[in-house]
């Protein structure tokens, strides 16, 4: 469900006003607000979104504005499909990548 119109959107205050403590481009801003939506005022500068366990550095750029930081900072690692099936395509790969020995 998408926020009403009639309220605008969401933007952290706290995030305005570090941004005009700091210059575009300059040291990460520091953050937690993972649900502020990413205002034009925004672009340029450089945040370190919480992602739960520690900061990602979100650089916003033009094509950003109207999401949310949340977004741009994932909060699960991707490791692999498991399985059977995997653990064989895996060997196969390792065994045609090994070097030939030669019999001399």
Same mark, same amino acid.
């Given at each position: 469900?998408?926020?009403?119109?009639?309220? =605008?959107?969401?933007?952290? #205050?706290?995030?305005?006003?570090?941004?005009?403590? &700091?210059?575009? =481009?300059?040291? @990460?801003?520091? &953050?937690?607000?993972? #649900?502020?939506?990413?205002? @034009?005022?925004?672009?340029?500068?450089?945040?370190?979104?919480?992602?739960?366990? /520690?900061?990602? /550095?979100?650089?916003?750029?033009?094509?950003?504005?109207?999401?949310?930081?949340?977004?741009?900072?994932? &909060?699960?690692?991707?490791?692999?499909?498991?399985?059977?099936?995997?653990?064989?395509?895996?060997?196969?790969?390792?065994?045609?990548?090994? @070097?030939?020995?030669?019999?001399?």
């Amino acid at each position: 469900m998408s926020r009403s119109l009639k309220k =605008g959107p969401y933007v952290y #205050d706290r995030l305005l006003k570090k941004m005009e403590k &700091t210059k575009p =481009g300059g040291a @990460p801003i520091k &953050t937690w607000a993972r #649900d502020s939506m990413i205002a @034009p005022e925004m672009v340029g500068f450089i945040f370190s979104v919480h992602n739960g366990k /520690d900061f990602i /550095d979100v650089s916003v750029k033009e094509e950003m504005v109207g999401h949310r930081f949340g977004e741009f900072a994932p &909060t699960k690692k991707f490791l692999r499909h498991g399985g059977k099936m995997q653990k064989q395509l895996e060997a196969s790969a390792a065994q045609k990548q090994a @070097p030939a020995k030669s019999g001399k």
